[in-house]
């Protein structure tokens, strides 16, 4: 319970931030004292209770759109629903085609060392060079699209959903305030439809995770609570910061994590 509860504040800690919660609850299974996989079926159940803070933080937005969307009323609203869902597509195909490469193969720390340094350097230059142009009333069906393919590199620990989108949305030219805004709605569907398929799945077989059902729930509630007050912070701290600590922390967490593989700290599998 109490390694549940821990993997539950790394979850609310790192799910918003653009430095991988897959990633780092990956890592600190191996400095657990059973030193295991926590497995994605508990990532993507926990990520349940850090979207559940989105649609509370974000409950008077989500309502609007929702409304606009079901009345068809023309509006900035409505369209901005219908991308949500034009965007969430890519990594629903995705994610249910590749599942086996994601409970296995991307579950390597070599892999995640890897991709946490390159994306993190990709996020570094395009929030660099980015124009800083666009709000969300100009994203359009391309730019969607755009966003729903970013948002699918996350099913590789180490990318980061926040840190993909957040980097196109900056190549794209968008603020950014405007692309982290759009990047939690689009996480809504994609992170609700996984996380239930995998509770369904881990009620049903409990060998999908080490962990017990009521040891889920409080790492879900955990990351819930954690996860709130994370976003209230980061949405004040990038109106007048940039991206940049958090690329040197990506950066010197891969190369760490690099060493440790090297060293045979820890074990790759």
Same mark, same amino acid.
């Given at each position: 319970?109490?390694?549940? +509860?821990?993997?539950?504040?790394?979850?609310? *800690?790192?799910?918003? $931030?653009?430095?991988?919660?897959?990633?780092?609850?990956?890592?600190?299974?191996?400095?657990?004292?059973?030193?295991?996989?926590?497995? #994605? #079926?508990?990532?993507?159940?926990?990520?349940?209770?850090?979207?559940? !803070?989105?649609? @509370? /933080?974000?409950?008077?937005?989500?309502? !609007?759109? &929702?409304?606009?969307?079901?009345?068809?009323?023309?509006?900035?609203? #409505?369209?901005?629903?219908? &991308?949500?869902?034009?965007?969430? +597509?890519?990594?629903?195909?995705?994610? /249910? &085609?590749?599942?086996?490469?994601?409970?296995?193969?991307?579950?390597?720390?070599? @892999?995640?060392?890897?991709?946490?340094?390159?994306?993190? @350097?990709? *996020?570094?230059?395009?929030?660099?060079?980015?124009?800083?142009?666009?709000?969300?009333?100009?994203?359009?069906?391309?730019?969607?699209?755009?966003?729903? +393919?970013?948002?699918?590199?996350?099913?590789?620990?180490?990318?980061?959903?926040?840190?993909?989108?957040?980097?196109?949305?900056?190549?794209?030219?968008?603020?950014?305030?405007?692309? +982290?805004? /759009?990047?939690?709605?689009?996480?809504?569907? !994609?992170?609700?439809?996984?996380?239930?398929?995998? $509770?369904?799945?881990?009620?049903?077989?409990?060998?999908?995770?080490?962990?017990?059902?009521?040891?889920? =729930?409080?790492?879900?509630?955990?990351?819930? *609570?954690?996860?709130?007050?994370?976003? !209230?912070?980061?949405?004040? =701290?990038?109106?007048?910061?940039?991206?940049?600590?958090?690329?040197?922390?990506?950066?010197? $967490?891969?190369?760490?994590?690099?060493?440790?593989?090297?060293?045979?700290?820890?074990?790759?599998?």
């Amino acid at each position: 319970m109490f390694e549940a +509860l821990f993997l539950g504040v790394i979850q609310g *800690l790192t799910e918003f $931030l653009p430095i991988s919660s897959s990633a780092h609850i990956r890592i600190a299974g191996e400095f657990l004292p059973n030193a295991s996989d926590p497995g #994605a #079926a508990f990532t993507a159940i926990t990520q349940i209770g850090t979207e559940l !803070a989105v649609l @509370l /933080y974000f409950r008077r937005d989500i309502a !609007a759109i &929702l409304k606009a969307w079901f009345t068809r009323d023309g509006s900035a609203e #409505a369209k901005l629903g219908t &991308l949500i869902i034009i965007g969430s +597509l890519p990594i629903v195909a995705l994610g /249910y &085609l590749g599942q086996d490469y994601i409970r296995d193969t991307f579950r390597s720390l070599w @892999l995640v060392a890897i991709m946490l340094i390159v994306f993190g @350097l990709i *996020l570094g230059i395009a929030d660099r060079f980015g124009r800083s142009q666009k709000v969300l009333t100009n994203l359009n069906a391309r730019d969607g699209i755009a966003y729903g +393919l970013a948002q699918s590199l996350a099913l590789i620990p180490g990318v980061s959903r926040s840190g993909a989108t957040i980097a196109l949305g900056r190549v794209l030219g968008y603020q950014r305030e405007a692309a +982290l805004r /759009y990047s939690f709605l689009l996480a809504l569907p !994609a992170v609700f439809g996984s996380g239930l398929y995998e $509770l369904k799945s881990a009620i049903g077989d409990s060998s999908v995770s080490p962990f017990s059902m009521p040891e889920i =729930f409080v790492a879900t509630l955990t990351a819930f *609570l954690v996860g709130y007050a994370v976003i !209230a912070w980061l949405m004040k =701290f990038i109106t007048t910061k940039s991206f940049t600590p958090f690329v040197i922390y990506r950066v010197a $967490l891969g190369s760490a994590l690099l060493v440790a593989l090297a060293t045979g700290l820890i074990s790759a599998q």
